[in-house]
């Protein structure tokens, strides 16, 4: 029998809060009335959909001056007035652009494979269970739950709260359907591990397997920084990736080609009907990887590590020079 699904809520994003289609366009068109004043509080929620500053402004920038050159001729006539509805549209564009990389596709493929996706993570990884029994259970966040079973490790190992965070609400489901009636011990949260739906300091320990492989390294850095602001002073996280030598990418696996990242793959998941899900994944060697995340400011890596097909990195949070 299927067991009955658990009553922790699962809470939504904050993406998931703003306007959406032409009721966006509605919002942005009705607040270009507003002065020049409005346009930081107006823009804040969709500032929050991009994992790179960087990358917005220049989005921004560069969609707004495009604008005003193809659009000089009726400039004069519309003033201050037309600037501040460019600016306006031209965030909201960048926005969407935001979340239109490769690696954005990885949310609707763990949807589609979340039906079968258990049947092979059926047991947890040895190194995860080894680094749970270290702990002093209290808090704990699993970002990147999966189908759940590093979640059910944690219960059994007698964690005091869990919070199970998944970028897929399949998974989330799937999770729930293997868990079962937890009571109040699991919270689900339906969101992105670079902006994790929780206050500051509010967990002990983070674990996060098989999941920031997912991201291009730049935006796993952002991930790792928000769990640095999760954790509570002296607490650990537990992060592990694939190594691109794992049997996974070696059988499935093929080089892509998209210019986004140069240790990026599409691995593909053999779903139950017979089709393939290609899922993005950022696959460096574990030297790399390691320059890459040993320079965090309040996180101290001590421990790095091949383990499988795994590259495993654990940290401890210190304060940060300067405070």
Known sequence: ????????????????????????????????TFEWGMVIPTLWPLLQRMGSPEMYFGLVI????????ICQPIIGALGDRFDFQVLL????????????????????????????????RRFPWPFVVQWMRTSHRDTLLVAGCGD?????????????????????????????????????????????????????ESVQDVLSCAVLHHLPLAESR????????????????LASCWDPRAKAVAKRGKPAEDGIDAHAYWVAWRCADGSDVQRWY??????????????????????????????????????????
């Open 222 to 237: 952002a991930a790792l920084e928000d769990f640095r602001r999760l954790l509570r002073p002296g607490g650990r996280l």
């Open 148 to 200: 759940g079973r590093h979640v059910q490790s944690a219960l059994d190992l007698g964690f005091r709260r869990i919070f199970a965070l998944d970028l897929s609400e399949g998974m989330l489901q799937a999770a729930q359907r293997r868990l079962g009636d937890s009571g109040e011990s699991v919270v689900f949260l339906h969101g992105d591990t670079r902006r994790v739906p929780l206050p500051d």
């Open 1 to 32: 029998m299927e067991p009955s699904p658990p009553r922790s809520p699962v809470y939504s994003r904050l993406e998931d809060q703003e306007p959406k289609g032409l009721a966006t366009l509605c919002y942005v068109i009705f607040l270009g």
């Open 62 to 69: 560069g969609t707004f001056s495009l604008t005003r050159v």
């Open 282 to 323: 950022n696959l460096p060697p574990l030297e790399v990887r390691r320059q890459s995340w040993s320079d965090i400011p309040g996180l101290l890596l001590e421990r790095v590590e091949l383990d499988g097909d795994n590259q495993v990195f654990e940290w401890r949070k210190v304060p940060e020079s300067g405070s």
């Open 89 to 120: 549209c031209s965030c909201l564009l960048c926005s969407a652009l935001g979340g239109s990389g490769p690696w954005a596709t990885v949310e609707a493929a763990y949807d589609k494979i979340s039906a079968n996706f258990a049947e092979s």
